[in-house]
């Protein structure tokens, strides 16, 4: 089992809905990071957070430490949205290294 | 654009061949890494160079060889590599402040598609 779980691993939707993509994980953080990776590879980042919630655009990232649970939602998706979405944490005992979930697709029809 | 440049985007090998890797980054960013990305697996980190020395080395064969001149370029040599190398290679950069390189963002490039035959 992985020490990063994301659910869905893939989702399709039509354009405008609400999307929510999940990410479970097994050991303390320090931070987790909510990544997008477009067709064609290249990663950009979207989020660091380590507590709470953060918005950017159509896009909130909310962790809950207690329950060891982050959810990337998006809103009033649209086609563009589509890419791999890969959550990756931050263990509270190696600063130094991430451990990545195997990410979920998302496909965003007009 | 992320200010992270690979090339090249896309490269064919056979298992004899000598190619590298360059990835460039324009971020004034002290810390450079090697991410290995194959079908259907989490990202795995490769090396961690952290003002231009080797901090990590995540049990990776012999047959990569990383080269960093100077905090700016990173090289991926490889040789005599095997047909289940065939993956993209991402490299990133991150600046380097107290808290552990996995609490800054990181910055990707594009990753070279590596086949090898």
């Known amino acids: 089992k992985n020490e990063v779980e994301q659910s869905p691993q893939n989702l399709t939707a039509q354009e405008g809905e609400f999307i929510t993509i999940n990410c479970s994980y097994s050991?303390?953080?320090?931070?987790l990071h909510w990544l997008q990776q477009h067709p064609g590879g290249g990663i950009v980042s979207l989020f660091m957070?380590?507590?709470g919630k953060k918005k950017h655009g159509r896009l909130i990232a909310t962790i809950n430490i207690q329950e060891k649970h982050s959810s990337l939602h998006i809103t009033a998706s649209h086609p563009r949205d589509s890419a791999v979405y890969i959550c990756?944490?931050?263990?509270?005992?190696?600063?130094?290294?991430?451990?990545f979930g195997t990410g979920t697709r998302l496909q965003v029809f007009p | 654009e992320t200010g992270v440049t690979q090339t090249p985007r896309h490269l064919v090998m056979g298992m004899t061949n000598k190619k590298s890797l360059k990835c460039e980054q324009h971020?004034?960013?002290?810390?450079m890494y090697w991410y290995k990305q194959s079908a259907k697996k989490p990202l795995e980190l490769m090396f961690v160079?952290?003002?231009?020395?080797?901090?990590e080395n995540n049990s990776v064969p012999s047959r990569f060889s990383p080269e960093c001149p100077n905090s700016s370029h990173l090289f991926l040599h490889l040789h005599t590599l095997q047909p289940e190398d065939s993956a993209l290679y991402l490299c990133?950069?991150?600046?380097?402040?107290?808290?552990?390189?996995?609490?800054?963002?990181?910055?990707f490039g594009s990753g070279t598609q590596l086949s090898v035959l």
């Open positions: 990133a950069s991150s600046q380097d402040e107290a808290g552990g390189l996995a609490n800054e963002k990181l910055f």
């Open positions: 050991v303390g953080i320090s931070a």
């Open positions: 957070l380590s507590s």
């Open positions: 990756a944490v931050s263990g509270s005992y190696n600063t130094d290294k991430l451990i």
């Open positions: 971020l004034g960013h002290n810390a």
């Open positions: 160079y952290n003002f231009k020395e080797q901090t």
